[in-house]
């Protein structure tokens, strides 16, 4: 029988104390209280970079959503008719450089190869999947960099383009609103912008040039963001943005993805920048030590150790006790990330799916975390990844 003020169960609310429900309650508080400071910067001159590989389908609604003044194609490797694709763009304005790589050679590499091309100070670097909702949001972001020179990045707010596809993209959808509109929106505030979405991200073309460009990474946008975030450069979030990113329709290809974005996490924050846990390393300021703990706690951490705390209680209170705390904890979830997803203003109709995410999120996704992080640190997973090609994977952290 659960007895309520015994060391286990407050041992429980302390751990939930730690862990997702005050995180969201208190990001919540925050954004209340202090609103995002705004770009009002003059309007500045945008480089496009897409770097494509096999899109001979989609590339053309990427390309013709860019309102920018120069853009800039690297067809990386492809063998399907995307070159011919470029080709026609380019003969109708729509391109206005390209260059076409006879090997695969990554996304980081084709990337700055294309900053070789770029003559601007602004650099939207766009995933060929991506699509920008409207003509303006390339330079509403570029705005804030205009508006601080010490600003080197500018995430967009990126969403799903193919939302009612299936049960997994709306589940995604949910998702994105949660980590992406909400989440970065505060990091913002809070000044621990950890990462520029590779999907859709604005640079500052001498913050990318000064600190090398892009690495050799599978999660090449995490360290690029730490990359200008270790130089001094300030990392912004620019929610009226959006960019629409196409996402897994199945659970298979959504936990492929999920393997190499989670075991890619753990490669960059526990080998690349772990130094950024060090509060004693040389030239280490204050709010980079805050985003390295913000994501190594909450991201890595935490995961991993919540199924052995569950245990652990199961072992102490029993299964009934457990169980019933346990959906206790889940009920807060579901009404605090309704909340929030009422607060990022969604489609209605995806109300009715947030039980389903929290389902899935819970049971699926974060075991799948667990397992691919530990296999990454003890196995090097991402070494063996097929995103960077094998005669560049000596170079991955």
């Not at 060391?7 to 939930?16: A, C, G, H, I, R």
């Not at 013709?64 to 304005?93: A, C, F, P, Q, R």
């Not at 346990?326 to 990330?337: D, G, K, Q, S």
């Amino acid at each position: 029988m659960l007895i309520l003020g015994t060391p286990e169960v407050v041992s429980l609310f302390l751990l939930s104390i730690i862990f997702d429900v005050p995180r969201y309650a208190i990001s919540m508080l925050v954004l209340y209280l202090f609103e995002p400071r705004r770009a009002f910067g003059p309007p500045i001159r945008i480089s496009a970079i897409v770097a494509c590989h096999n899109e001979e389908n989609g590339l053309r609604a990427c390309i013709e959503s860019l309102h920018v003044d120069e853009v800039i194609v690297i067809d990386d490797g492809s063998t399907d008719g995307t070159w011919k694709v470029i080709m026609d763009m380019v003969s109708e304005g729509l391109v206005h450089k390209t260059k076409r790589l006879n090997q695969r050679s990554s996304k980081p590499a084709a990337v700055n190869i294309g900053l070789r091309y770029a003559t601007h100070e602004a650099v939207l670097i766009l995933d060929s999947d991506t699509v920008l909702l409207d003509s303006q949001a390339a330079r509403i972001a570029a705005r804030y960099l205009s508006a601080d020179p010490h600003c080197g990045g500018v995430s967009l707010n990126l969403q799903v383009r193919n939302v009612w596809a299936s049960l997994i993209t709306r589940f995604q959808a949910i998702e994105y609103l949660i980590s992406i509109t909400f989440g970065k929106r505060f990091a913002d505030v809070a000044g621990i912008m950890s990462n520029v979405s590779g999907a859709a991200g604005v640079f500052r073309r001498s913050a990318l040039i000064e600190v090398g460009g892009l690495d050799i990474e599978v999660a090449e946008d995490a360290a690029l963001t730490g990359k200008l975030r270790t130089a001094g450069w300030k990392i912004r979030f620019a929610p009226e943005a959006i960019a629409l990113t196409l996402v897994p329709e199945g659970i298979i290809g959504l936990l492929m993805q999920r393997l190499r974005w989670d075991s890619a996490a753990a490669a960059i924050w526990l080998r690349k920048f772990v130094h950024h846990l060090n509060p004693f390393a040389r030239d280490l300021s204050f709010r980079l030590l805050l985003t390295s703990v913000d994501v190594v706690l909450f991201s890595i951490v935490l995961p991993i150790l919540f199924p052995i705390y569950a245990v652990w209680l199961w072992y102490h209170v029993g299964i009934e006790a457990t169980l019933a705390l346990l959906f206790l904890v889940m009920a807060c979830l579901a009404v605090m990330e309704t909340l929030i997803i009422l607060w990022t203003t969604p489609p209605l109709g995806l109300l009715p799916y947030v039980p389903f995410y929290l389902v899935v999120q819970l049971f699926i996704m974060r075991p799948a975390r667990i397992v691919f992080m530990v296999s990454e640190l003890v196995a090097h997973v991402t070494h063996g990844d097929n995103y960077i090609p094998s005669h560049q994977r000596g170079e991955l952290a």
